[in-house]
């Protein structure tokens, strides 16, 4: 199954038994009824099965599955470490109900599944690109760019009443000369004059600051997206016309489309011998799941970044954002090791694999001693020394 991996080695005897600051950060996938959420899910995740079904609402509760994030580096690292164990890093992934048209207003399971999108850190938005008679449709011929609009506009009619509701308390406590009140009520504005023109939030390009001073809003449209084109099996290597349109329009939103044939990667994801796996990937010329490509841009699009830590207890990856500092990289082993951090003696992964060893590394000037303002960079093998 695909995996993060981020590992980070101790040589102290402090023995971390959790990781109490490991971001539980979700990926939630939507779409509408019948589109092939469900099926994306069962192949996704190794932790849950979806229940999948050809008719409405067959998922009412959101299913939640923990997804391992493919990384060959990890299995290298292993390979030259030898650990008792390898821990990848993982991300969650929600499969939440089939939205219908309406649904800002109630409709179908409305209010239920956009309070779960509410709960989410990014968008896996399934879009039917295929055609087949026996699987139900309640919005006429196969448009996947009406469909998509559907979804969109559900979510910025469910921001604008947000925003609205928002706007008129705001008002009333703009005389109390408060700059925070009068930034968020500013920002609200933005967004409203936004949304009013059928806009997503996120291509407004907030600043930070304003972004938080409407943090508690919890905007849908706010949220990054990423297209699954559910194409059929003819079309899983070159897409076809409705996938192209699909693509097109993601492109003018600087957003990515991922093309996949959802029931094949269910198949693949069922397999457990790696031999039978990798030859029933070969009969459809496939080199790697699509869902690799999947789970990676996924990743990219909570903008996460791993590291690694590397010893014979294990190797292990762990995720953190792109752009974190040494402390807050180790926070996510333990908050200890942020309030106490000392230092950290970091060596790059590719020179790890050049040296085969962190000995080796150290011996040839490859390890470096970081302090708490050195940026982490994806694949770094880490250690942290702390007090207690």
Known sequence: ??????????????????????MALRAGIVGLPNVGKSTLFNAVSNSAKAQASNYRFCTIEPNIGLVNVPDERLDKLAVLVKPDRIVPTQIEIVDIA????????????????????????????????????NILRDEGPINPISDKEIIETELQLKDLDSVERKISRTEKMLKTGD???KLEYEVLLLCKQHLDKGKNILSLNLSKDEKLAIADNFLLTDKPVLYVANVDEASMHTGNKYSDALVEAANAENAQVIIMTNAIEAQIAEFENPEDKQMFMEEYKMNEPALDRLIHSAYKLLDLSTYFTAGVQEVRAWTIHHGWKAPQAASVIHTDFEKGFIKAEVISYK??????????????????IEGKEYLVQDGDV???????
Do not use: W
């Not at 590992?7 to 971390?16: A, D, E, L, M, P």
């Not at 048209?101 to 409305?110: D, V």
């Not at 020179?351 to 470096?368: C, K, T, V, W």
């Not at 880490?382 to 207690?388: E, I, L, P, T």
């Open 1 to 22: 199954m695909p995996l993060f991996v981020i590992y980070i080695v101790h040589r102290t005897s402090y023995i971390v038994h959790q990781t109490l600051n490991n």
């Open 98 to 133: 089939g939205l219908v048209k309406g649904a800002s207003k109630g409709e179908g399971l409305g209010n239920k599944f956009l309070a779960n999108i509410r709960e989410v850190d990014a968008i896996i938005h399934v879009v039917r690109c295929f055609e087949d008679e």
């Open 382 to 388: 880490m250690h942290f020394r702390f007090n207690v």
């Open 351 to 368: 020179d790890f694999i050049q040296y085969r060893s962190e000995a080796a590394a150290r011996e040839n000037g490859r390890l470096r």
């Open 179 to 181: 700059a925070k009140i």
